[in-house]
């Protein structure tokens, strides 16, 4: 494991819970410090900080809610040996709507794919946002110049842009512990609260998730969202980028490995063997949620029951549910279902002297859970979705003899490491029934070789691990400043341009030489733009392939040596040359187009239509309705059923739809031209759905470059309009230079 480079001034953390539990005593006060993955791995880090800088370890600042009944209290009580901690006093109804409102009975039922679990309430949304501008108040009192602040969790999500927008120059991290869904879920949230729930996370520098899943769903949110594009897993913003990543949380596995093995431990074991025995011991344990699929899990064993009468008065399963949340209405209902099926299961199977299943409900001490860890058979961890799942780890870590069979669900992120166990879909009875089977028949030889392997990923992946990875992945995403945003080799890019003879450079206009305008009699060139557009044209051939007029191109681009398409492949000009007409159809089918494009421009204001000379286009960019995107797309539809005898291509743009004669593409255009010389260098540079067409016709040596975000044939990508100048000036460079 790398160490981590020590470029900061201070690490504060910031979570919805401080690290530690203070409680009044008739003496005063007593601090009671949390022990879990979070806490372990920050004050590894404080520990390497020190060791780089021959120091003690410095205590980490952290940010956290507390209890208004201990606003009172002087600030030194919240300091301790190891942290300094920052308590964040919330109103206690903001704070209700807030945390149970807004963060549990929204976010966390609808992440993980419990939509009708969720509440949709504003005044829950207005709390969550006051919640995070309390935190933030709360930061920005206490940050330096150099802190490196790391943000935890779906409570704080708005925190990060927040922070962004009061310091501009902060360094920022955040990780969302939880699964982050699909965006057919995300898009069940209102507009406004998706938008500024992904907005808010993309203030940080560097964002991670547990696992590549998370990652790419993630991703997929932000373009469909904020219509901004990725490269390399970097979301590229107007001026700077967001790093997102996998980073897998997991424990520290030392303290388990060893903590399990003290004589208190073993004793604790053999006192629930003994009460057991002879039989097999299969173990479970979770706090009371939906999402753990406790009632599908007893459902599967009952099914093993029921298959397998052989194995009756010889395997018991020890569950455990951990009290949470039990005052809500769901929860209520979950733990009713769930006492219902173990009396069930048990006055079914059980007889006087066998119990087929010994329930819990409480909390467990530490010794009396590795315990439980090590004497069991079989840890049955089946939830239905879990953002990773540590109990299944610690499992592992607990099993230093080597034995023991993992059941555990494939909704699990840590069924992506895991892969030794036996992985099982929750909700599938029938194969939770036959792993069970399985894991009770398995040969010690088989169970030792399975859990070798997840021991010695899990000793090399430890929670110390987690922390580090993600530290020295923010130390390279803030060192690093690429001139350009894109997946191109730029180096190889430019050498293939040196080195040719023969020169094709097609470039789109709108977004890819000039910027998107709200009004595209706006657009115009760059004075940078035109002189390396001179400079490149003296040693290459340059065509611009627009849906632009021909009057506009030839004003835009008089005095450079260039060739312009006009209207998608219409009207071609070589340089010095006249216009040639390449769409001979007749312009008849415009009439039966035109009142329909009316129609949606008397619906919607700031939307016009624009009458070219073989195509005809409706621009929305400036229309300000909320279901513009929808509209249009039922206009694109209406408009294909349209029928007319010149055969029609209706495309959507950006922010327009066009409509014209088949016959004629930029892609046909393009290929005539690189067909009528021997090219050995080819680029394609364009941001619309209409460039697809030239990507699609180059050969498959040549460079297609897509501009901007979308799916697209192009292999490779460049995330901004003014990344494009760029490239061209450092391909005009290499020429003068060479």
Known sequence: MTSVKQSHNRIIIVAYRLPFTIKRTNEGTEIFQNSGG???????????????TSEHA???????????????????????????????????????????????????????????????????????????????????AIIEPGDLIWIQDFQLMLLPDMLRQAIPEACIGYFFHIPFPNYEIIKLLPRAWRQALIGGVLGADVV????????????QSVAEVLGLPTINQRIVLPERSVVVKDFPISIDYNKFNLESQTPEVIEIKQRYQK?????????????????KGITYRLQGYERFLEQNSDWHERVTFVMNVVPSRDQIGHYQELKREIDETVGRINGSYGSIGWRPIVYSYKSLEFNELLASYTACDIALITPVRDGMNLVCKEFVASRFDNQGVLILSELTGA??????????????????????????????????????????????????RWSHDFMNTFEHATDEHPVLETNLSVDAYLTAFDNA????????????????????????????????????????????????????????????????????????????????RLDLSDGNWVDLIRPLLQQYVDLFPGTFVEAKETAIAWHYRRATADDIESRAVELATQLRSVQSS??????????????????????????????????????SIGDDTTDEDMFRQMPNWAYTIKVGTGTSFAQYRLARQHDVETLLQLMSDSLVNS
């Open 38 to 52: 979070l806490v372990s791995a920050v004050l590894s880090l404080a520990e390497q900080v020190g060791q780089s």
């Open 58 to 140: 410095p205590k980490i600042h952290w940010v956290g809610q507390a209890g208004n009944n201990l606003a009172d209290l002087p600030s030194s009580v919240f300091e301790n040996e190891n942290f300094v901690a920052h308590p964040v006093f919330i109103d206690d109804d903001v704070h209700k709507r807030f945390y149970e409102g807004f963060a549990n009975d929204l976010i966390w039922p609808l992440f993980h794919y419990f939509p009708t679990y969720a509440s949709f309430r504003e005044e829950d949304f207005e709390a969550y946002q006051q919640a995070n501008t309390r935190f933030l108040e709360e930061l920005v």
């Open 208 to 219: 991670g998730f547990h696992t590549a899943d998370y990652v790419s769903h993630f991703l």
């Open 275 to 291: 009460l057991v025995a002879p039989h097999k011991l299969i173990f479970s344990v979770d706090r009371l949620d939906y999402t």
């Open 415 to 464: 069924a992506q490491e895991l892969t030794n166990a036996l992985i099982i879909n929750p909700t599938d009875t029938q194969e939770v029934a036959s792993a069970i089977l399985q894991a009770l028949e398995m040969e010690p030889a088989e169970q030792a070789r399975r859990m070798q392997i997840m021991r010695n990923h899990l000793q090399n992946h430890n929670v110390f």
């Open 501 to 580: 003879s023969r020169r094709l450079l097609l470039f789109d206009f709108d977004g890819t030489l000039t910027p998107l305008v709200n009004d595209p009699a706006d657009a115009h060139l760059s004075e940078t733009m035109h002189q390396v557009l001179a400079q490149l044209a003296q040693q290459s051939d340059i065509v611009v392939i627009s849906g632009r007029n021909r009057t506009f191109l030839e004003k835009t681009f008089e005095g450079l040596p260039v060739q312009l398409v006009a209207e998608h492949g219409a009207f071609h000009k070589k340089a010095d040359q006249d216009w040639q």
């Open 646 to 683: 010149v055969p029609l291509t209706v495309i959507q743009g950006n922010k327009v739809i066009e409509i014209k004669p088949a016959q004629h593409s930029k892609g046909t255009v393009a290929r005539s031209l690189y067909e009528q010389e021997s090219y050995d260098f080819i680029v």
